[in-house]
């Protein structure tokens, strides 16, 4: 059975067949913005009356408040310490991990002076209060909770709030996981209707200045629906993966690399490219072997047909030339020699160098954040990081010396531009 594309770059069509891998259908998102508008404007509107019909309605959770929907701070430590030792030690050494790499991004402010004597800086503050939206329909995401909330306090954030749908009781691994990065509430509420309660507030829900975290179709949608009302890390779509294989990889580790992208979701995409045709056969065999052991087999499956594709290149120059087209969420570069073609690479979210470096280690505790640009964004976007919870101020000040000298300037280009108001402001202090 064909369970994946197969695609060779010298044969006539090539091109169109690998452009329309890179599309995605748009139908699925203008359904869903529909429906996130009605959800958006009502929580807008009726706040917790609308969060909680929402939620109970598509969550399946039923409460009698809002208030209901939170979890109290202390079962958050009690999850952490009721999960066995093996599952605490890997959420500290995983946060751990993941603080030890982003401190380094932290933003510093600066006062410098120029030759006039005046005094031109930046100050860096740390957002008031962020949203963190952490996934929860088709798999637990303790994750998500690391990566979003960790760097926000290396930020200096004051304040957290998760949402977390929850139809059943929550994971214990991802209270527990709030609990390790310093999340200050959460929130048992996902959807359009959790991401309208962080943008606007309700009663019960405090309106944050920046919502973060991955989700949905519909959740995507409010995104995009409430930016501007506050900030947004990304659009999120579904998750890549491209592979770069020379062929001298073990074809069963290059397999499991495929499955472990195509089991977020149907959607999820999972590239491979490689010069050795032979390779590319021993990768389909090892999916066919595998495949029926997967406990996600379905999903898996789905991804694979739907959206993965074995792409047969000349050599890796032409296939990095490819991936740089494709601008990949995830990359992995499996060949010898990986380290020195970073520089090829123009466009990706993540690189994972090497044979042994598998995308899974940065999807959980290699310390780089895993909320990345999807879609082909990683053409202008970067990985979260602390930078996203710091705003930056301008500072001016200048001296009587400075104001004239600059008044100068600034009078020639705002009468030039006939703001006469502007170049008076600045006309008036030069003769002080």
Known sequence: MNRIARLRSGDKGFSAAFQALLQRSED?????????RDIVEDVRLRGDAALLMWTERLDKRVAGSVADLEVPTPLLRAAFEGLPRAQQDALNEAAARIRAFHEHQVLAPHMEQDALGSRLGQKVTPLDRVGLYVPGGKAAY???????????????????IMMAPAPAEPP????????????????????????????YGTATVPRVDKIVGPGNAYVAAAKRLVYGQVAIDMIAGPSEVAIVCDGRTDPTWIAYDLFAQAEHDEGAQALLFAPDAAFLDAVAAEIERLLPGMERRAII???????????EVQDIDEALGLVNEVAPEHLELSFDGAEAMLDRVRHAGAIFVGRYTAESLGDYCAGPNHVLPTSGTARFSSPLGVYDFQKRTSIVMCTPEGAAALGKTASVLARGEGLTAHALSAECRMHD
């Open 172 to 199: 214990p691994l991802v209270l527990a996981a709030a609990y390790v990065a310093g999340v200050d509430r959460v929130f048992l509420a996902g959807g359009a209707q959790a991401v309208a309660a962080l943008a």
């Open 28 to 36: 699925d998102s203008r359904k869903a913005e529909a429906v996130a």
């Open 301 to 311: 499956e789905a991804a694979l047909a739907g959206h993965g594709a074995l792409i």
């Open 142 to 160: 303790p994750s998500s909770v690391l990566m979003n909330a960790i760097p926000a306090r290396i930020a200096g954030v004051a304040e957290l």
